[in-house]
Protein backbone atom coordinates (compact mmCIF):
# COMPACT_ATOMS: atom_id res chain seq x y z
CA UNK A 1 0.00 0.00 0.00
CA UNK A 2 1.57 2.99 -1.00
CA UNK A 3 1.61 6.20 1.42
CA UNK A 4 1.11 9.62 1.15
CA UNK A 5 4.15 12.08 0.68
CA UNK A 6 4.77 13.99 3.24
CA UNK A 7 3.69 17.31 3.20
CA UNK A 8 6.29 20.18 1.84
CA UNK A 9 5.54 22.18 5.12
CA UNK A 10 3.54 21.95 8.19
CA UNK A 11 2.03 24.99 9.34
CA UNK A 12 1.61 26.70 12.79
CA UNK A 13 -2.00 26.25 12.84
CA UNK A 14 -1.42 22.47 12.77
CA UNK A 15 0.21 22.11 15.91
CA UNK A 16 -0.88 23.47 19.46
CA UNK A 17 2.30 22.66 20.70
CA UNK A 18 6.06 21.37 20.64
CA UNK A 19 4.87 17.82 21.39
CA UNK A 20 2.69 17.88 19.02
CA UNK A 21 4.59 18.92 16.16
CA UNK A 22 7.14 16.62 17.53
CA UNK A 23 4.82 13.84 16.88
CA UNK A 24 3.65 15.31 13.55
CA UNK A 25 7.12 15.27 12.42
CA UNK A 26 8.03 11.80 13.54
CA UNK A 27 5.07 10.35 12.47
CA UNK A 28 5.28 11.56 8.76
CA UNK A 29 8.75 10.50 8.13
CA UNK A 30 7.95 6.57 9.17
CA UNK A 31 5.61 6.62 6.56
CA UNK A 32 9.09 6.78 4.66
CA UNK A 33 10.76 4.56 6.81
CA UNK A 34 8.38 2.26 7.43
CA UNK A 35 9.53 -1.39 6.67
CA UNK A 36 12.63 0.39 5.61
CA UNK A 37 15.09 -1.25 8.33
CA UNK A 38 15.85 -4.40 9.20
CA UNK A 39 16.08 -7.15 12.14
CA UNK A 40 19.45 -4.70 13.70
CA UNK A 41 20.00 -2.53 16.04
CA UNK A 42 19.58 1.33 14.71
CA UNK A 43 21.51 3.98 15.33
CA UNK A 44 19.76 7.47 15.82
CA UNK A 45 22.09 10.29 16.29
CA UNK A 46 20.70 13.62 18.29
CA UNK A 47 19.54 15.73 15.19
CA UNK A 48 22.32 18.61 14.71
CA UNK A 49 21.45 21.88 14.33
CA UNK A 50 23.44 24.05 11.40
CA UNK A 51 24.07 27.52 12.67
CA UNK A 52 26.21 29.49 9.91
CA UNK A 53 26.43 26.65 7.51
CA UNK A 54 29.43 25.52 8.81
CA UNK A 55 28.89 24.87 13.14
CA UNK A 56 26.71 21.70 14.18
CA UNK A 57 24.76 22.31 17.69
CA UNK A 58 22.97 19.59 19.49
CA UNK A 59 19.87 21.14 20.70
CA UNK A 60 16.97 19.91 22.62
CA UNK A 61 14.54 19.73 19.72
CA UNK A 62 17.37 17.42 18.20
CA UNK A 63 17.68 15.63 21.03
CA UNK A 64 14.07 14.90 21.34
CA UNK A 65 13.25 14.39 17.66
CA UNK A 66 16.29 11.65 17.75
CA UNK A 67 14.68 10.20 21.02
CA UNK A 68 10.52 10.28 19.38
CA UNK A 69 12.50 8.43 15.92
CA UNK A 70 14.34 6.17 17.74
CA UNK A 71 11.02 4.67 20.00
CA UNK A 72 9.44 4.76 16.76
CA UNK A 73 11.71 2.80 14.27
CA UNK A 74 12.65 0.10 17.21
CA UNK A 75 8.92 -1.04 17.05
CA UNK A 76 8.40 -0.58 13.43
CA UNK A 77 11.57 -2.76 12.41
CA UNK A 78 11.32 -5.46 9.96
CA UNK A 79 12.24 -8.71 11.17
CA UNK A 80 10.95 -11.18 8.63
CA UNK A 81 13.45 -10.32 5.77
CA UNK A 82 16.45 -12.32 4.74
CA UNK A 83 19.96 -10.31 5.12
CA UNK A 84 22.52 -10.84 2.22
CA UNK A 85 25.05 -7.90 3.35
CA UNK A 86 25.35 -6.69 6.74
CA UNK A 87 25.48 -2.52 7.07
CA UNK A 88 25.22 -0.91 10.21
CA UNK A 89 21.62 0.84 10.14
CA UNK A 90 21.76 4.30 11.10
CA UNK A 91 19.11 7.66 11.27
CA UNK A 92 20.69 11.01 11.32
CA UNK A 93 19.55 14.46 11.08
CA UNK A 94 20.07 18.13 10.46
CA UNK A 95 17.96 21.03 11.08
CA UNK A 96 18.26 24.61 9.81
CA UNK A 97 16.17 28.01 10.14
CA UNK A 98 15.57 29.77 7.56
CA UNK A 99 13.87 33.00 7.46
CA UNK A 100 11.12 32.09 10.13
CA UNK A 101 10.84 28.50 9.16
CA UNK A 102 12.01 25.02 10.33
CA UNK A 103 13.85 22.44 7.94
CA UNK A 104 14.23 19.08 9.21
CA UNK A 105 16.30 16.80 6.89
CA UNK A 106 16.52 13.27 7.90
CA UNK A 107 18.85 10.80 6.23
CA UNK A 108 19.11 6.63 7.13
CA UNK A 109 20.79 3.76 6.45
CA UNK A 110 19.40 0.09 6.46
CA UNK A 111 20.81 -2.91 6.70
CA UNK A 112 21.57 -3.77 3.04
CA UNK A 113 22.89 -0.15 2.89
CA UNK A 114 19.88 1.08 1.02
CA UNK A 115 19.07 4.80 1.62
CA UNK A 116 16.41 6.96 2.23
CA UNK A 117 15.52 10.35 3.21
CA UNK A 118 12.91 12.71 4.74
CA UNK A 119 12.75 16.48 4.91
CA UNK A 120 9.84 18.61 6.26
CA UNK A 121 9.79 22.59 6.35
CA UNK A 122 7.44 23.59 9.30
CA UNK A 123 6.13 27.04 10.32
CA UNK A 124 8.31 28.67 13.11
CA UNK A 125 6.64 29.37 16.37
CA UNK A 126 7.83 30.79 20.13
CA UNK A 127 8.09 26.84 21.65
CA UNK A 128 9.74 25.81 18.55
CA UNK A 129 12.22 28.93 18.52
CA UNK A 130 12.95 28.03 22.30
CA UNK A 131 13.64 24.33 22.14
CA UNK A 132 15.82 25.30 18.41
CA UNK A 133 17.89 27.61 20.92
CA UNK A 134 18.27 24.94 24.19
CA UNK A 135 21.79 24.02 23.73
CA UNK A 136 23.05 20.84 24.98
CA UNK A 137 25.98 20.42 23.38
CA UNK A 138 27.96 21.80 20.92
CA UNK A 139 31.34 20.94 18.78
Known amino acids: MPYPPPPAQISARSYAN ?15 FRHFYGP ?4 VRPFTVI ?5 KKTTM ?5 ADQ ?6 IQA ?10 PQKLEGIIEEIDGFLRVHMNGRNIRGERRSY ?9 IYRALHSYAQSY
Open 18 to 32: LAELITLICDDAMGE
Open 61 to 65: LGVTL
Open 69 to 74: MTAMIN
Open 51 to 55: ADYHV
Open 119 to 127: AVTVEMSDP
Open 40 to 43: AMVA
Open 78 to 87: VSEYAVEVHY
